[in-house]
């Protein structure tokens, strides 16, 4: 497997709100820059949560966390999910990312990598014709700031354009 790309400006979300929000923006810019009529779809997905950063932490207190979002990427009818798949992939480039493809995920499929640490990994699922799955990862943060609480979009439709 490709070794995986070093954040390098990390910033670590002094809050889960922090976290949440940059999420956030990432997936708006995300789906505002796709084809007219895309949308991200959480809502039968897992959607935003925590997972421990760290399999060895022993304590005390709750071990590092990320925050990730789980969605899918509903395209306008008529655009495949490889289009969609290879656009987001040069927009997130368009905005400094390093993206990738990487071996031993669903092909085709992006990984953004972003100079502050968070990820978005978009790969195509089975069957093909199924819309494609994108993970928003923020980068670890202390146990003690995660909030189980905060509520995240099931579903996230283009901007208005002006």
Do not use: H
């Not at 990390?10 to 709100?17: V, W």
């Not at 897992?46 to 395209?75: E, H, K, M």
């Not at 699922?125 to 494609?132: A, F, H, K, L, S």
């Amino acid at each position: 497997m490709e070794p995986t790309p070093t954040a390098s400006n990390p910033k670590i979300p002094n809050t889960q709100q922090e976290a949440q929000d940059t999420i956030l923006d990432y997936l708006q810019r995300t789906v505002d820059g796709l084809p007219p009529g895309t949308k991200l779809d959480s809502a039968d997905a897992r959607g935003g949560r925590n997972s421990d950063c760290d399999d060895d932490f022993t304590g005390p207190g709750p071990g590092p966390t990320a925050y990730s979002v789980w969605t899918r990427v509903i395209g306008p009818p008529g655009v495949e999910p490889e289009a969609l798949i290879a656009a987001a992939g040069e927009l997130w480039s368009s905005w400094g990312m390093q993206v990738m493809e990487r071996d031993g995920f669903e092909k085709p499929n992006r990984f953004g990598y972003s100079p502050d640490g968070y990820r978005l990994q978009l790969q195509a699922v089975y069957p093909p014709e199924y819309p494609p799955t994108l993970i928003a990862i923020s980068p670890c943060f202390p146990g003690a700031i995660r909030e189980d609480s905060i509520p995240f979009p099931d579903l996230i439709t283009q901007s208005p354009q002006p």
